[in-house]
């Protein structure tokens, strides 16, 4: 594999291409957009996140330019996202703000090595169950965080577990504050309605405009006891002070598993995100640039404060629909929400926290994949074991277990397809020349002579089908002076077919039995001259088709009568 990275991000490549004033005016356009979409988003991320609103925005307009910047797509807007709420929300209650940052910029480590190796497409193979898995636990996790916020329950303390947030609401169900729902269950219905009146308006800064006004009215009549963020955060448009983490052996080794999770978050769900856009605009991403590119923005984010970033789907779509089509866009998305920060940050303090509440239960639902959950449990067992597996675990345990055993059970059911793709079969008479594709020479030779078989392997050769063929292998009844392993279908060998296959020879040679290879492809050949085993067999019983490995059988005989 050739580990040489070309860094060749979108925006340099757009610019040489030719860049004129009209793609810049609609870029701009939608980079403002962005930038006012973006901003509830990120306002809710950075407080779901156990954070604080000053670093989901910070986030949002670091990792944002980066990503847009030394990206390897057009169009991907970048930021946090719902995704991350989950892991970061854990690492800050175990081990707080500094051991975010050093997790998080370990996961951008990890990115760029991602990319530097070449995964981008790897990543892409990751199962579709166990995506929609944990990407479903993680929609009904985050629903459960703002039970507390949207009804305005009055908790010291919510629990960390899912199980235990549940039995907290329960026992503080007569805590209901009902104007706290009002405005919740409003800012839901005027996410939902708003794209029906106009789609310009995003529907989550309507709600935000809409209820902090009426939170504003209420207050003014005297109803009171609406929390607002405010209420909880001392905000702040303060320029940040680059912080370096205080890293230790221990939080490294501690956090290496965290930041690994974030890390396949952040890879799988921009290069989802990426691949989406390409099919609307047309164009094709490099995985592996924007694989570094989210690594930088994962490695410079913490450090002005901020949490863990990626690309993000509905802003990306946002940005396409309205009219983007270069990085630019994504630049000027950033651009806003700076702008917003150093200049109207002090107006979010009214913000309600109940609408913020509102706007992540919609984001939940949009993430809960609820369709492809139904359809997946209409597909095989195996599938459907995997899908259910990782939700649970997602939504019971934590993300980190989730995706481990998920990928686990994934790949242990792919081994067992594969064996049972594999079948060894026997035969003891003629071979028929018009089934088969490697005769050659005469086809009036092609009867077996008596004392030998033929066995042959049709599917990868692998340790999943090693105790198979040895138990075919074992029927000593009768046995044959010349054993004809035929394999001609067999696409590769690993190391356990071929210490399987060489014991197999050598067992043979004790029990004064020739084995002869035959089709072998040169894929397998180079593995097979790797290990000796032109040796075990010897060179003269490895022959390229049936009808040589048919007559070195014949010659081996006729050497034994």
Sequence with gaps: MDFKVGFK?????TFKKGYNKQTLVQDMLAGIIVGIVALP????????????????ILTAIVAGFIISFFGGSKVQIGGPTGAFIVIVYGIIQEYGMNGLMIATFMAGAFLILMGVLHLGTIIKYIPYPIVVGFTSGIALTIFATQIKDLFGL???SVPADFLGKWSVYAQHIDTVNWWALLVGLCSIL???FTPKVSRRIPGSLAAIVLMTLATLGLKALGIDGIETIGDRFSISSALPQPEVPQITWDSVRHLAQPAMVIAMLGAIESLLSAAVADGVIGDRHDSNQELVAQGIANMVSPLVGGIPATGAIARTMTNINNGGRTPVAGIAHAIVLAVIYLFLMPLVKYIP???????LMVVAYNMSEWRSFRAILRNPKSDIIVLLVTFFLTVIFDLTIAIEVGVLIACLLCMRRMAETTNVSVISDEIDPMADTDVQGNLEHLIIPEGAKVYEINGPY???IGNKFEEMMGDMGGRAKVRIIRMRKVPFIDSTGVHNLSNMCRMCSQMGVKVVLSGVNPTVMNVLENAGMDEVVGKENICSHISLALKRAEEILAEAS
């Design 9 to 13: 991000p979108k925006l340099f490549s």
């Design 41 to 56: 988003l990120a306002i809710a991320f950075g407080i779901a996140s156990g954070a604080s609103p000053e670093a989901g």
């Design 154 to 156: 009055q908790i010291e």
């Design 190 to 192: 005027i996410i939902v």
């Design 353 to 359: 926290m109940a609408c913020l509440a509102g706007i």
């Design 462 to 464: 692998f340790f999943g």
